[in-house]
């Protein structure tokens, strides 16, 4: 069975600090990994997709990259903000089907 | 505006009265799925479905009905509501649940149904 772990459960830094936030998942047949990021009381916001075949994904400030054979995901956050507080989430999909399983998140909070 | 669009937003109710949330997408996707989340459990997977009138259990179903009648539409049904359906809602969708290049699109949520059972 599919289990995706995410640590930090919370996560406190200084402004301007780069950061990393971890993903594992206990089964490495995916089809693919997003994160996502959820502000208190709303929905969830996709941040970068990564299909099983590719090692990274970048969209400005985030890199995501990907190891299947060790099953990590990291999620780097470059000179992070104050509008980076969040919880981040990540999620894989499986293959067979097409479950999505999601990791508990880490709440960031970042101090300006 | 592409959104999904989720209804209603709060719902407070006593246990055993059916209730129905919607869910709406206007971005002609094949893939939605509904998604509960507490506290400290994450979100699960509640059924998904792949296009019209293919659906299919996710990880936690019990309790649950859902219908895709409609590509737009895949409403959540709780027959009997019980207190421990109490919890937070989404609704999701991605362009294709299938294989290929179009089912490597991310998902996009709605804002969420916070539901209360008494």
Redesign the interface.
Known sequence: KQEVTQIPAALSVPEGENLVLNCSFTDSAI??L?W?RQDPG?????LL?I?SSQREQTSGRLNASLDKSSGRSTLYIAASQPGDSATY?C?VRRTG?????????TRLFVKA | EAQVTQNPRYLITVTGKKLTVTCSQNMNHEYMSWYRQDPGLGLRQIYYSMNVEVTDKGDVPEGYKVSRKEKRNFPLILESPSPNQTSLYFCASSLSGGVGAAANQPQHFGDGTRLSIL
């Open positions: 089809y693919n997003q996502f709303k929905g969830l916001t996709s997709l299909q989430l999620a089907g097409f479950k999505t399983i999601f990791g508990a998140g």
